[in-house]
């Protein structure tokens, strides 16, 4: 363009005689005549023009006389309840997890003993345990058959002890592991009584 002309955001004037000018009437190839003027006119306009500048996330509306207001601020009006407690919060105060606008007492009881389904990364698969409690000792049963006592039925309170409880966070309950681990565990009861038993009748003789 020729000149520098100062215009209002988002809108383009000419610089000659300040004529409202289309943004697509502008291109860096050749030369536009101005509707206003007929001076040639040549340029480039980048999307960061006519683009507003987004809202900060930390800035709050003032609530007016007679709005809901946040329950920690006051000054600001309420945007939304929280899904815990349901207290209302401004845009500062909300905090997403997952798809739940929590307030920031909420999340730090969250981040405590009770977490938040949303930020468990990990979990102790009681199904599991039992399986394995239930296998491994009969992988070396001639060695550690006294103890098949007690681990068969380890095996068997583990399993029943996490039935209910939550499972993995892909594959949900693995019910199926707990009743082998059960089973297992059984197997290790009959293994152990049965090998005690050959043992007392051979003392016996």
Known sequence: MPSVSSVVY??????????????QALVPEKDELCPGCRVPIRGRVFRAWSTPEPQSATVSD??????????????NRAAL????????????????????HLCPVCLGNGLGKQKLP???????????????IGLMPLIAILMLWPVLVITGASAIIVALIGWNRPGSLVRGRQHWAAVVGILLGLAQLGVAFGIFSIIQAARSR
């Open 118 to 132: 949303e930020i468990i990364s990990k979990r102790f698969l009681w199904s599991f345990a039992a399986f394995w």
């Open 10 to 23: 988002g809108a383009l004037t000419c610089p000659e005689c300040a004529a409202a000018l289309p943004s």
């Open 81 to 100: 309840p929280c899904d815990s407690c349901g207290r209302f919060i401004c845009t500062v105060c909300e905090l997403r997890v997952g798809s739940r």
């Open 62 to 75: 003032r609530a007016l006389e007679g709005e809901a207001v946040c329950f920690f601020h006051p000054s």
